[in-house]
């Protein structure tokens, strides 16, 4: 039966990002007889433009009644005044708590041939492979109370809640060590438990499902500690688990290590799989509409669309390739060239993923 993919593009260079993961579905709809019907809506600024909130009811209804979401990026500065409730980031909170997205998967995989765009030795990266499982709709983005208050004497107080209830922290902790188990059967936890009771009780309760999977080596670290690591000696980790702001932070960070942010993919899973598909970065508006952003973390992102929504593994991996064969060829954007390579634009990278495929 056909599959129904929505397509959110979003702010800055979303929509130019987006198209060219569009572009490589559609040709594989030719080629390899994918069965998906791709509908676009609004998200983010350009929702709230047309709308007056970031994400509409009727979109909000479409993305329940999809097999998968695809989603750019939302965010830019004509709508950093605007009161936090309408932000363009609202509509993609509402997207991941009202869908139950809450694991993200978010791989850190450096392409042989981007060993010297990190910022970082060749030897400290060549061959990295992270998973970041990154906790996506509990911790202090959604804990209540929060605010902005008046206190007695006038001043303001701007407050948030750190909060995980036990069954959260199983649930994101079994989608970790499962996701260890068909790796290197390595698990690293990443906490602030010397001084946060919330993640106190994640340590605790991280200890008790590891029981389940006996085969998982499981360690246990700071998240400052674990910020050091990364970029000391990232290839000690194969999946960390951790909450949504300590991900949201480590992942920026890990995608560095990779060469680009823009190489960054993700998966925002729920409970059966069902999923939103992202590029782990942001809307870049500062170069959005120059045709110069890295598309691949977007066509990556579709990858493990095809892979865990989709059930095209198979496509998935013929992607994967293609983004590989892309890379052999010299071919780059901005922010991951290197002198004796080909500098292209985002669209000239989609022809040429499209081309590899
Ligand atoms: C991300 C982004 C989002 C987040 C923003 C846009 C709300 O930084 O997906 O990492 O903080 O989760
Ligand atoms: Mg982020």
Known sequence: MTKQ?????????????????????????????????????????????VHGVPLADETMAKAHAADAVLLGAVGGYKWESLDISVRP?????????????????RPAYLFPQLADASTLKPEVVAGLDILIVR??????????????????NGERQGYNTYVYSESEIKRIAHVAFQAAMKRDKKLTSVDKANVLEVTELWREVVNE????????????????NAAMQLVLRPKQF???????????????????????????????????????????HGSAPDIAGQNIANPLATILSAAMMLRYSLG??????????AVGKVLDQGLRTGDIWQAGCTKVTTSAMGDAVVAAL
Do not use: W
């Not at 060219?20 to 433009?49: H, N, P, Q, R, W």
């Not at 906790?135 to 007695?152: D, N």
């Open 5 to 49: 993919v929505l397509i959110l593009p979003g702010d800055g260079i979303g929509p130019e990002i987006t198209a060219e993961a569009v572009k490589v579905l559609e040709a594989l709809k030719k080629s390899d007889g994918l069965d998906i019907a791709m509908t676009e809506d609004l998200v983010g600024g350009a929702a709230y433009d």
């Open 89 to 105: 980031e609202k509509g993609l909170l509402r997207l991941r708590k009202e869908m139950g997205l809450f694991a993200n998967l």
């Open 135 to 152: 906790e996506l709709t509990g911790g202090i983005y959604f804990g209540q109370p929060r605010g902005i208050r008046v206190l007695e």
């Open 209 to 224: 499902v590891a029981k389940d999977y006996p085969e998982v080596t499981v360690n246990h670290m700071y998240v400052d």
């Open 238 to 280: 194969d999946v960390m688990v951790t909450g949504n702001m300590f991900g949201d932070i480590l992942s920026d960070e890990a995608s560095m290590l990779t060469g680009s942010i823009g190489m960054l993919a993700s998966a925002s899973l729920d409970a059966n799989n069902k999923g939103m598909y992202e590029p782990s």
């Open 312 to 321: 095209r593994e198979d496509l998935a991996i013929k992607i994967e390739n």
